[in-house]
Structures are given as structure tokens and as C-alpha cells.
């Protein structure tokens, strides 16, 4: 499970240190629509060769990197169109829309926006998928996203020209690319992830980015609410209230999620939002 590898040797900042924020902010969670890696592992798992723990994207099985950073299938973006209608009831008054640099959350989030309004969008690796091993899961260049999406989506904030996760991962040898991230590690990021989240002046807040990575928020940082039980499906949206308290005003019940709050120096309290319109379900049976 997330965090059961955590050490809780980290230590809260220091609260003069600390960049001052929004108690509660209203945040919107969405997983992006299917993509080809989507449709080649159901594939791939339903061949009656199918060997149990092997996957069409890993760099030995795509060798030719056929799946690099996957894009949405047509399917993937009807999803995502069909957040719309849900985001224009909903969402707008987002005044920030962070997306996941790989494609398929980014073609989401931009998609699902299409009609609303969003003063800034920006690429932000903490939103990154589960990293390492798998192809459809490492980035395009900087430069290569830029030239997609540099006219809708902010990259000044990804540093790394090429994807830092990626060849660093057991960078060692034979093992070179072929470790996948640590649930440790990516709940790391799903901690910063939530850090820049409080700390932006902007209080009506939309994540686009992957299953992973969104089940680390809710299953290892986020408390008080079942809304993140279950995995998240393609092209899902969740929203919930974040109420951000101070991590020594914790009680001694978060259990192995203490060791994250004491990373963020803060707990989160997630709140399903009252009354949204979900599509969730109508929009998994027309698909």
C-alpha cells in the first residue's frame, strides 16, 4: 500500500518559513481520459499468452517506444469532452488548472476547460504519473511539449529538459530505466503536489493528472472523507473542499498517514463538495 514505507524522520518547516495560505480550498481532481497504453494492456492481458506480470509498455516489451508518453485514443477524448458540461456547472470560477506533463492529462485538462475560462494553466512534475520502466509513462522533451501545448500551458515551472524520473530510476548498470518509482517516492510528490496547491494565492484549483498518483493523495495525505476510496476511472472528475490545519493540532488516529502530515506540516482534511452534478456514472455506461 502508499506510504506503509514511510520513515517519519521528516520534520515539519518552520512555521516563519512557511508561505502564508488559504485555509480551504476548493479543488477538482480528474483522471484523464483512455489512452492507447490503456487499450494495449487490456489487450495484451486478455491474449492467451498473456504471461501474469508482464505489460505491452515496459522498455523490454516496447523496445521501439511505441507507447511513449501515450497520447488520449478517440475514445480518451470523448471523455474528456464529456466533462464539459460538468466543469461548466461546477468548475467555473477555477482560476488554476495544473496539469500532469504528460500528454494524456494535459490533452484532458485542456480538453475537459475547453468552455470555461482558466486565467492559468501550468505543467507541474508532482502531478507526473507513476514513474520509471513503463514508456508510456516518460515524458516528451520540454521543448517538444512546448511546441504542442506552449500556447495553451504555462512550462516554466518543469526544469528538466528531458524527463527526470525516467533513466534516473535505478540508474545503476543493467537496471538503468528498468525500475518503476517507489510508492514512497511518488507520495513524496503527491506531498508536494498538495504543498504548491496551499501555497498558490489561487483558491478554486483543478488537477489533471493520472491514477497513481491521485490514489497517493487520497489514500496517504488526504483525510476525513471516503470521496478517494477507489481508483479513480478514465476520465473521472472528484471535487472536494481542502482544509489545510496544522499539522500539531493532529490527533494520534492518522496512523500511517501521520508520517505524510508531518511532511507537509500540515493535515488536509478533504470534504466532498455538496450538491455538484456527477456524470461519472452516466458517462462510463455511454462509453
Same mark, same amino acid.
Given at each position: %500500500?502508499?506510504?506503509?514505507?514511510?520513515?517519519?524522520?521528516?520534520?515539519? /518547516?518552520p512555521?516563519?518559513?512557511?508561505?502564508h495560505?488559504? /485555509?480551504v480550498?476548493?479543488?477538482?481532481?480528474? @483522471?484523464?481520459?483512455?489512452?492507447?497504453?490503456?487499450v494495449?494492456?487490456?489487450?495484451w492481458?486478455?491474449?492467451?499468452?498473456?504471461?501474469?506480470?508482464?505489460? /505491452?509498455? #515496459?522498455?523490454?516489451?516496447?523496445?521501439d517506444?511505441? *507507447?511513449? &508518453?501515450? !497520447?488520449?485514443t478517440?475514445?480518451?477524448?470523448?471523455?474528456? %469532452?464529456?466533462?464539459?458540461? *460538468?466543469?461548466?456547472?461546477?468548475?467555473?470560477?477555477?482560476?488554476l488548472?495544473?496539469?500532469?506533463?504528460?500528454?494524456?492529462?494535459?490533452? #484532458?485538462?485542456?480538453h475537459a476547460?475547453?468552455?470555461?475560462?482558466?486565467?492559468?494553466?501550468v505543467?507541474?512534475e508532482?502531478?507526473? !504519473?507513476?514513474?520509471?520502466?513503463?514508456?508510456? &509513462?516518460?515524458?516528451?522533451?520540454? #521543448?517538444?511539449? $512546448?511546441?504542442?501545448?506552449?500556447?495553451?500551458?504555462?512550462?516554466?515551472?518543469?526544469?528538466?529538459?528531458? &524527463?527526470p524520473?525516467?533513466?534516473?530510476?535505478?540508474a545503476?548498470?543493467?537496471m538503468?530505466g528498468r525500475?518503476r518509482?517507489?510508492?514512497?517516492?511518488m507520495t513524496?510528490?503527491? +506531498?508536494?503536489?498538495? =504543498?504548491?496547491?496551499? !501555497?498558490?494565492?489561487?483558491?478554486?484549483?483543478?488537477?489533471?493528472?493520472?491514477?497513481?498518483?491521485?490514489?497517493?493523495?487520497f489514500t496517504? +495525505?488526504? $483525510?476525513g472523507?471516503?470521496?478517494?476510496?477507489?481508483?479513480?476511472?478514465?476520465?473521472?472528475?472528484?471535487?472536494?473542499?481542502?482544509?489545510?490545519? !496544522?499539522? =500539531?493540532?493532529c490527533?494520534?488516529g492518522?496512523? @500511517?498517514?501521520r508520517?505524510?502530515?508531518?511532511?507537509?506540516g500540515l493535515?488536509v482534511?478533504?470534504?466532498?463538495?455538496?450538491?455538484?452534478?456527477?456524470?461519472?456514472?452516466s458517462?462510463?455506461?455511454?462509453?
Open positions: %500500500k502508499f506510504g506503509d514505507d514511510l520513515q517519519t524522520d521528516v520534520t515539519i /518547516p512555521a516563519a518559513k512557511r508561505v495560505f488559504t /485555509p480550498k476548493r479543488v477538482h481532481f480528474i @483522471r484523464h481520459g483512455e489512452g492507447h497504453h490503456n494495449a494492456q487490456r489487450e492481458r486478455a491474449s492467451k499468452d498473456y504471461v501474469e506480470g508482464t505489460e /505491452p509498455y #515496459t522498455i523490454d516489451t516496447d523496445v517506444y511505441k *507507447y511513449l &508518453d501515450a !497520447e488520449l478517440d475514445k480518451g477524448t470523448r471523455q474528456a %469532452k464529456q466533462l464539459q458540461d *460538468y466543469v461548466s456547472r461546477n468548475c467555473n470560477h477555477t482560476q488548472l495544473i496539469v500532469s506533463p504528460l500528454r494524456r492529462a494535459t490533452q #484532458t485538462g485542456l476547460f475547453e468552455q470555461v475560462a482558466v486565467p492559468r494553466v505543467a507541474l508532482a502531478a507526473h !504519473e507513476r514513474a520509471g520502466r513503463h514508456t508510456c &509513462d516518460k515524458r516528451l522533451s520540454k #521543448t517538444e511539449l $512546448q511546441k504542442l501545448f506552449g500556447d495553451r500551458v504555462d512550462y516554466e515551472l518543469i526544469e528538466d529538459e528531458e &524527463d524520473f525516467f533513466w534516473e530510476l535505478g545503476k548498470g543493467d538503468r525500475v518509482e517507489s510508492p514512497r517516492s513524496l510528490r503527491a +506531498v508536494d503536489l498538495l =504543498k504548491f496547491i496551499m !501555497e498558490c494565492p489561487e483558491t478554486e484549483i483543478a488537477v489533471a493528472a493520472h491514477s497513481a498518483l491521485l490514489q497517493a493523495v496517504c +495525505v488526504l $483525510q472523507s471516503d470521496i478517494g476510496a477507489t481508483w479513480f476511472g478514465t476520465g473521472e472528475i472528484r471535487s472536494c473542499d481542502l482544509t489545510f490545519l !496544522e499539522a =500539531k493540532a490527533s494520534k492518522y496512523g @500511517r498517514r508520517g505524510w502530515i508531518m511532511a507537509l493535515a482534511v478533504a470534504t466532498a463538495v455538496p450538491k455538484v452534478l456527477s456524470l461519472t456514472n458517462m462510463r455506461q455511454k462509453n
